[in-house]
Nanobody
Framework: VQLQASGGGSVQAGWSLRVSCTVS????????IGWFRQVPGKEREAVSC????????WYADSVKGRFTISNGYAKNIAYLQMNSLKPEDTALYYC?????????????????WGQGTLVTVSS
């Protein structure tokens, strides 16, 4: 199983970015894809997650109303649309696959991780 995150970049506060996660090598059709972020010296935190079959989504309080997670037409792709970005959103963003269909923010539920894509928001 491999995950490829892409779409990060450097933007100014208030701008938008969309990051993508492509999952390959998974034989199951239904699982959970999560987005996490990490800054140096801090724990990796959950941002949002979605079940590939749809119907279940979770957001961290810090991004509710600004970020939107969605599945692509191909269910092995997940997007995270990030609007109204703030400097505190600056982090390395990782996508991961959970071995459960339960939408969860718990890191231990995720068994495969992508390499991360950097999002930098300047004030």
């Amino acid at each position: 199983v491999q995950l490829q995150a892409s779409g990060g970049g450097s933007v100014q506060a208030g701008w938008s970015l969309r990051v993508s996660c492509t999952v390959s090598g998974v034989t199951r059709d239904e699982y959970t894809i999560g987005w996490f972020r990490q800054v140096p010296g801090k724990e990796r935190e959950a941002v949002s997650c979605i079940r590939t079959s749809g119907g279940r989504i979770w957001y961290a309080d810090s991004v509710k109303g600004r970020f939107t997670i969605s599945n692509g037409y191909a269910k092995n792709i997940a997007y995270l649309q990030m609007n109204s970005l703030k400097p505190e959103d600056t982090a390395l963003y990782y996508c991961a696959r959970a071995h459960t269909i339960v939408v969860t923010s718990m890191r231990y539920e995720y068994d495969y991780w992508g390499q991360g894509t950097l999002v930098t928001v300047s004030s």
